[in-house]
């Protein structure tokens, strides 16, 4: 829906104080399979460029009801080793809001990244969202059908720098997200920090009914309750 693709691309997205910013219902097809660019990523796609949302004080910004059919059902962030700079970044002041919703993708239902990612923020929302697994969808750096809410991305020689990403909230939830896959809130294959999140009725198909991990990653200061997997792992 919205490419900012290119290594001097920027691109600045704001909720002012007591507004909102809403994309919703929004659906990017993958029916261009040749092109990796080219079709089926999130409301938002980051190509090698600087993307930036940022909520005031009172402010929201908040993605529902968006399907993208490959990756990142809101947001789809990567980044070429080549280039300096660039990434994710959702700032917001305290009083603000982000809200991911029913998001659908292929991995990460809401947000996937193989960028560097920051996120810093008062209160961040992922519920309900999921992934599964669709055809034609190329050679993610993750498995298809995993990370319900959001997918971090693992480094490619030659081509990706991998998920960097640090999130850091006063309230970070992830609830009744789900992946067909792995990691029913968060599949991690890159390097992840995060704290102070409340993982609670989030489902994976296989394995890790919260968050799947094959990167590295430190949690801390959360809570984890009645997140389910099907799998035999938990």
């Known amino acids: ?29 993958n029916i261009n399979n040749t092109d990796p660019y080219g079709t089926g990523y999130g409301v938002f796609h980051n190509s090698n460029g600087t ?69 810093d923020v008062d209160v961040i929302k992922f519920e309900g969202n999921k992934s599964e697994v669709v055809e ?18 693992r480094p490619q020689a030659g081509t990706h720098t991998g998920g960097i990403v640090t999130i850091n909230a006063n309230k970070a939830e992830f609830i009744n997200n789900s992946a067909e896959q792995n990691g ?3 599949y991690n294959a890159g390097t992840m920090k995060l704290n102070n999140a409340y993982f609670k009725g989030n489902t994976a198909g296989e394995e890790g009914g919260a968050i799947y991990n094959a990167g590295n990653m430190v949690v801390t200061d959360s809570v984890f309750e009645d997140n389910v997997t099907n799998g035999h792992n938990a």
Do not use: Q, W
């Open 136 to 153: 034609n969808a190329g050679n993610p750096s993750v498995p298809l059908g995993s990370g319900g809410a959001l997918a971090v991305g």
């Open 51 to 119: 993307l930036t949302f940022t909520a005031e004080k009172g402010g929201s910004i908040i993605f529902d009801d968006n399907i993208a059919g490959r990756l990142g059902g809101a947001i789809h962030s990567i980044t070429n080793d080549t280039v300096s700079g660039g990434g994710l970044t959702l700032n917001g002041a305290d009083g603000s809001l982000y809200s991911f919703t029913n998001n659908t993708a292929g991995a990460g239902g809401a947000i996937y990244t193989d960028s560097p990612t920051t996120i």
């Open 184 to 186: 029913g809130a968060i």
């Open 1 to 29: 829906i919205i490419h900012n693709r290119g290594n001097y691309a920027v691109m600045n997205v704001l909720a002012e104080s007591g507004k909102s910013s809403v994309f919703s219902g929004n659906t990017t097809s």
